[in-house]
């Protein structure tokens, strides 16, 4: 695809400064820029590149004035780096814009969707499925029997959505991401063997939810697991059965949420984190990478370490704790000198 600095500047609303053909097909760095692509230059650290910069057209701020010649065609808008996203988002929507049913593919007759639909080859709409309009879904995806997914959502390639799934509207599910699945549940007999608790819940994901590559979420036992609006998983993490998540929390990589744990809203939780089953973490939790949370959680408490202390208290706690090996060895000075005092 190519865009010419005209089109782009009607999209960001922006002014043309040098060729107003010249046209771009892909992005770049701006020190990195070549024929062809587009950049941009938000940060003054990086204006010196500007001069030097092959890039056929840079975005940048309005009241930039270059203090010598560029080659570059200008596009100036109130700001580069909110115009620079606006078209990055511009981008995935023509790129993603695909349309029609690609084949093999398996539809069943009882499924229905809507307007603007694709389905990539070797996909798989089971029964009773029912998708709305401008819905994505790439080739390999499973969709299981009574699926619910609303309008404007993505389904990456490779991804799985298990039986009786409700997606909201605006969702993202990236590849190789498995949405529910059975919950982890088994009882053991006085055999010491295991028998399977049946897994008759679903899962719920609201609107506005992101979901990364390789990331779980277990159907409920009874119930459902749920995802409220907003919610943004990155890859790799564990959302086990019948956990909740409030509204615009953000969890990062290879985090583990056990079972019927309550996260609240606007929570930040780093990566590699382990949240224990059965506990409520309250509204707006900060909790640092590899934090281990065993309790229970208010509003506002910021968390790290394993097991999770209050973050100030775990950074004056580690300042000792780095110094432990001196501090023995005054110690022990202090005994020397104590025995010796007493020997005399």
């Not at 609303?150 to 509207?169: C, R």
């Amino acid at each position: 695809m190519k865009f010419t600095a005209t089109q782009i500047a009607g999209i960001l609303e922006g002014e043309v400064e040098g060729n107003p053909q010249i046209a771009v097909h892909k992005l770049s760095k701006i020190e990195e820029g070549e024929q062809g692509s587009l950049t941009f230059l938000a940060n003054p650290k990086y204006t010196s590149y500007i001069y030097s910069t092959k890039a056929s057209i840079t975005i940048v701020n309005k009241d930039f004035v270059p203090e010598q010649s560029v080659s570059t065609t200008l596009i100036k808008v109130e700001d580069a780096y909110k115009s620079f996203s606006k078209l990055l988002e511009y981008y995935n929507q023509v790129k993603n814009n695909k349309i029609g049913v690609e084949n093999p593919c398996y539809i069943s007759e009882t499924a229905k969707y809507g307007e603007g639909f694709y389905l990539g080859a070797f996909a798989y709409l089971g029964d009773n499925v029912k998708i709305g309009d401008n819905v994505k879904i790439y080739p390999n995806a499973y969709i299981g029997d009574n699926v619910s997914i609303g309008n404007n959502v993505i389904v990456f390639a490779g991804a799985k959505i298990y039986s009786e799934t409700i997606i909201g509207n605006n969702c993202v599910i990236h590849g190789g991401a498995i949405i529910g699945a059975d919950g982890f549940g088994f009882t053991p007999n006085s055999n010491g063997e295991y028998s399977k608790v049946p897994q008759t819940g679903n899962v719920i994901i609201e609107d506005n939810v992101d979901v990364g590559a390789g990331t779980t979420i277990d159907r409920a036992t009874l119930g459902s697991t749920i995802l409220r609006k907003g919610v943004k998983l990155d890859n790799q993490i564990q959302i086990a059965h019948n956990v909740e998540i409030g509204e615009h929390t953000a969890i990062a990589a290879q985090t583990g949420v056990a079972g019927s744990t309550k996260i609240g809203k606007n929570c930040l939780i780093g990566g590699q984190v382990g949240i224990v089953g059965h506990i409520t973490i309250g509204d707006r939790v900060r909790i640092q990478a590899q934090s281990g949370i065993g309790r229970n959680v208010k509003d506002d408490e910021a968390l790290q370490g394993s097991p999770a202390l209050n973050y100030g208290d775990f950074n004056k706690s580690y300042v000792h704790f780095k110094n432990l090996p001196k501090l023995a060895s005054q110690i022990s000075n202090i005994e020397k000198r104590v025995e010796g005092e007493q020997t005399k």
